[in-house]
């Protein structure tokens, strides 16, 4: 009896083992899974340099995230992430948050795309603070995070494809601080309040105004969604409550078309100087009218063509920077003819599917 129960033990002990062993092989295996060399390098591309796109050593799968898809900024930077993966032969698994406040629903996507064994994690985050728990448990994984257009507050993103916004704000002071010449109020639609790279550029336009235009008055300041809609519904207020107002800045030109919009039902879009930045198609219209006075260009379809060479470089083992800083040229209606368009937009008709 004796020897059958350590036989039952024995027999029990090695199933045991082999479920381990089975369970660890679904698991990534550690941190040196896809190693990824990172050099403390900050890269600014050049508005008129060509892509080298890299070859593959093999099909990567990888897991891409925005925050949000209602806006013109992020269909044509989607456009460029999926035509570039294509391009490349890499499969993309994309996920949308929906909303920069559903922060809970792209902490989970991260977290599923952990389990589904992606080769690297390419991630605009809804929020700069709320994403970090989840990028660290998917770092802890193995699973390389980089970032495109907005990024996580946390050492685990190894590189970035961004902006530089806080210079996107500062080129909107600028130009609002001499059209105005250096008097009168301004209103700021900030957009997301979560968002790293619109508190940024929102840091950038106030640091410009204090320190170089001291006589321009802040006399409005709104959080919101960077969609026509809701820009429209805050412009609406605010142009109610202050009758005096000469400019206003905006994050993204989606919300630039929304406060045009609501200037012009009230007749007021004579008297009042409207910024913004992302240079989408839908908005050249409202520039060609003096609608729009300014858009700083985001490149977004080059920033996602950059995002996933970026990527499939770290893949392959070739050393990338800790950040690649797209072009960002300001635009007005005299310099629209001279913008290259497939650095910009998706084609015409194209959605995402």
Do not use: C
């Given at each position: 009896?004796?020897?059958?129960?350590?036989?039952?033990?024995?027999?029990?002990?090695?199933?045991?083992?082999?479920?381990?062993?089975?369970?660890?092989?679904?698991?990534?295996?550690?941190?040196?899974?896809?190693?990824?060399?990172v050099t403390n390098a900050v890269v600014h591309v050049d508005e008129n340099a060509s892509l080298q796109d890299p070859k593959p050593i093999r099909r990567y799968k990888i897991g891409v995230l925005f925050p949000f898809l209602a806006s013109p900024f992020w269909v044509n930077e989607a456009y460029?992430?999926?035509?570039?993966?294509?391009?490349?032969?890499?499969?993309?698994?994309?996920?949308?948050?929906?909303?920069?406040?559903?922060?809970?629903?792209?902490?989970?996507?991260?977290?599923?795309?952990?389990?589904?064994?992606?080769?690297?994690?390419?991630?605009?985050?809804?929020?700069?603070?709320?994403?970090?728990?989840?990028?660290?448990?998917?770092?802890?994984?193995?699973?390389?995070?980089?970032?495109?257009?907005?990024?996580?507050?946390?050492?685990?993103?190894?590189?970035?494809?961004?902006?530089?916004?806080?210079?996107?704000?500062?080129?909107?002071?600028?130009?609002?601080?001499?059209?105005?010449?250096?008097?009168?109020?301004?209103?700021?639609?900030?957009?997301?309040?979560?968002?790293?790279?619109?508190?940024?550029?929102?840091?950038?336009?106030?640091?410009?105004?204090?320190?170089?235009?001291?006589?321009?008055?802040?006399?409005?300041?709104?959080?919101?969604?960077?969609?026509?809609?809701?820009?429209?519904?805050?412009?609406?207020?605010?142009?109610?409550?202050?009758?005096?107002?000469?400019?206003?800045?905006?994050?993204?030109?989606?919300?630039?078309?929304?406060?045009?919009?609501?200037?012009?039902?009230?007749?007021?879009?004579?008297?009042?100087?409207?910024?913004?930045?992302?240079?989408?198609?839908?908005?050249?219209?409202?520039?060609?009218?003096?609608?729009?006075?300014?858009?700083?260009?985001?490149?977004?379809?080059?920033?996602?063509?950059?995002?996933?060479?970026?990527?499939?470089?770290?893949?392959?083992?070739?050393?990338?920077?800790?950040?690649?800083?797209?072009?960002?040229?300001?635009?007005?209606?005299?310099?629209?003819?001279?913008?290259?368009?497939?650095?910009?937009?998706?084609?015409?008709?194209?959605?995402?599917?």
């Amino acid at each position: 009896m004796k020897r059958k129960s350590i036989s039952v033990f024995l027999l029990l002990l090695v199933i045991a083992t082999v479920g381990v062993l089975v369970w660890r092989s679904n698991l990534p295996s550690g941190p040196t899974r896809n190693k990824v060399v990172v050099t403390n390098a900050v890269v600014h591309v050049d508005e008129n340099a060509s892509l080298q796109d890299p070859k593959p050593i093999r099909r990567y799968k990888i897991g891409v995230l925005f925050p949000f898809l209602a806006s013109p900024f992020w269909v044509n930077e989607a456009y460029g992430i999926l035509d570039q993966a294509k391009k490349l032969n890499v499969d993309v698994v994309w996920l949308s948050a929906d909303g920069y406040d559903n922060i809970a629903k792209q902490n989970s996507q991260i977290e599923d795309l952990a389990v589904q064994h992606v080769d690297a994690i390419l991630l605009a985050a809804t929020s700069a603070t709320g994403t970090v728990p989840a990028v660290n448990r998917a770092s802890s994984l193995g699973i390389p995070v980089f970032a495109h257009v907005t990024s996580s507050d946390t050492g685990k993103v190894l590189s970035s494809v961004i902006d530089d916004d806080v210079s996107i704000g500062r080129k909107q002071g600028e130009f609002m601080g001499k059209v105005l010449g250096g008097q009168g109020q301004v209103a700021m639609l900030d957009g997301p309040a979560a968002a790293d790279w619109s508190t940024r550029r929102v840091r950038g336009f106030k640091d410009v105004l204090a320190q170089e235009y001291p006589g321009i008055r802040i006399v409005a300041e709104r959080y919101g969604t960077p969609d026509r809609d809701d820009a429209l519904r805050l412009t609406q207020d605010i142009l109610s409550a202050n009758p005096n107002l000469n400019g206003i800045f905006t994050v993204a030109d989606g919300m630039a078309m929304g406060a045009a919009d609501a200037a012009v039902a009230a007749g007021r879009i004579g008297s009042i100087t409207i910024t913004t930045a992302s240079f989408s198609r839908e908005a050249v219209p409202y520039m060609e009218k003096g609608l729009i006075k300014l858009n700083v260009d985001e490149n977004p379809v080059l920033m996602g063509r950059l995002s996933i060479n970026n990527v499939v470089n770290g893949l392959n083992g070739t050393p990338v920077p800790q950040i690649i800083y797209v072009p960002n040229p300001a635009i007005t209606a005299q310099s629209l003819r001279s913008v290259d368009a497939a650095h910009q937009w998706a084609p015409p008709g194209w959605t995402l599917h």
